[in-house]
């Protein structure tokens, strides 16, 4: 090897490399630097949301504005705009090489299979974690071998409806069985974050007894991965079309709730860029299980969140409290859906997706649907008082909200209510109701 001028006064020499160090420290910074300035060049800039997501205003030939975006994740690369590919080849030049020289639509991403497909005459991308799911399967099968436990077979649900994992008192494993039922729900875990929203309460609630499973747990997961066998591929459309819900549902007047919250209104980021592109609106579905645990009777919180039709947060997790009515429970879930939605359009913002009323055409508020008509009644009829004081953070949280137009409330029956699987075990029929509303 020549060294060059970065070798001061050793430039020039010729040096036998004997050993290439790698994985130093300021190794991913100095990566990371490097494209930075490669991307502000070209006039791209840092979102101030993710420092990883790269801006740049641009126009349309119809003469829409857009903004086009390039994401970088360690050494991956995606570009997005009308000539995605070509900004790709432009920040190809001398120290920048793509593997392979190849610069494709993506197929793949950290376990997910990426493709365009077409849902209602509308293209749109659709991820799906069957690979992973099948690799995963089949690394298990080897693990189990010369065990005890065997996957199930023709398992219908992620779960046997009758088994409560709070309440097992089988035998509790020892050693090198408690790491494989951790990685089980290792496995299981990033699955759900690939989108296999599926079995995301089961994992929720199985993953609460990594520190001391039983044997009853580890048949539970083998139901699970039975289960996944059995329905190996589940798809989420990445729909940009509008949902189809009936805005009549949303009879709140935000105008109402100023009243008692004057000061209500919604912080704006700071340095917030223009909007351009075309607008979006945001829609979620929350519900809660009181008192589901039946041994320390803590309920269980889950929600979807969407953007136009694509899902874009789920979540299903134990409250931290144990609350004393349903009507706790729901408010305590309705909270922190909205500060998840809160997130969620500070996101949006910072990365300039306009939300449809900054384009003059209805509220922008995100419309959330819950299924406990008494905490609907609270966050759409001012004139509700609280009788559980408990509640009152949940209470007067939710309703500020309302006042600055981030959220606005109605009920939808539990038989709708797309979240209602995040918080409880249903049946195979019922299941498949409420996730083939928005799965493939």
């Known amino acids: ?159 046997q409806s009758s088994h409560a994992p709070e ?36 994992v929720s609630v199985m993953s609460q007894y990594q520190a001391s499973p039983r044997e009853g747990h580890v048949q539970q997961l083998m139901h699970t991965l039975g289960y996944l066998k059995r329905k190996p591929k589940l798809s989420l459309y990445m729909d940009w079309g509008l949902p189809n819900i009936n805005y009549e549902d949303f009879k709140t007047n935000k105008e109402d709730f100023k009243e008692c919250y004057r000061d209500a209104e919604e912080i704006m980021p700071h340095r917030m860029p223009e909007p351009r592109g075309r607008p979006v609106t945001t829609t979620a579905y929350v519900d809660a299980s009181f008192g589901s645990n039946k041994k320390t009777r803590r309920s269980h919180t889950g929600f979807i969140i969407f953007v136009n039709r694509a899902p874009i947060k789920w979540y299903s997790k134990k409250q931290p409290t144990i609350e004393s009515s349903a009507f706790s429970a729901e408010y305590i879930a309705l909270k922190t859906c909205v500060e998840e939605i809160e997130y969620v359009r500070f996101k949006l913002r910072m990365f300039r997706v306009p939300l449809i009323e900054e384009k003059g055409d209805v509220d922008h508020a995100t419309n959330v649907y819950c299924d406990d008509e008494a905490v609907v009644k609270n966050n759409t009829n001012v004139e509700s008082t609280l009788s559980k004081k408990h509640s009152s953070c949940a209470y007067n949280f939710t309703r500020w909200q309302v006042a600055a137009g981030v959220v606005t409330i109605a009920w939808v029956p539990t038989k709708d209510n797309l979240s209602d699987p995040f918080t409880k075990r249903l049946a195979e029929n019922k299941r498949d109701y409420l996730f083939g509303n928005w799965t493939y």
């Open 1 to 159: 090897m020549k060294a060059g001028p970065e070798f001061g006064a050793e430039e020039g020499k010729w040096f036998i490399v004997v050993r290439a160090l790698y994985g130093l420290k300021s190794a991913a910074a100095a990566f990371r630097a490097f494209m930075a300035e490669k991307l502000d060049n070209a006039g791209f800039k840092s979102s101030m949301a993710d420092p990883d997501v790269w801006m740049r205003p641009a126009r349309k030939p119809d003469g829409e504005e857009h903004y086009e975006y390039i994401l970088m994740y360690v050494d991956d690369m995606l570009s997005i705009s009308i000539n995605a590919k070509q900004h790709l080849v432009d920040l190809q030049t001398g120290t920048v090489k793509y593997k392979k020289g190849k610069i494709e639509e993506p197929e793949t991403h950290l376990g997910l299979k990426l493709a365009k497909k077409e849902i209602d005459e509308r293209s749109c991308w659709t991820i799906t974690s069957v690979d992973y799911i099948n690799a995963a399967l089949k690394t298990l099968e080897q693990g189990l071998e010369g065990r005890i436990w065997k996957i199930k077979n023709k398992a219908t649900t992620p779960m």
């Open 167 to 202: 309440l097992d008192d089988t035998k509790e494993l020892e050693g090198y069985d408690i790491n494989f039922y951790q990685e089980i729900i290792g496995i299981l875990r990033w699955a759900t974050e690939l989108g296999r929203v599926d079995i995301l309460h089961e």
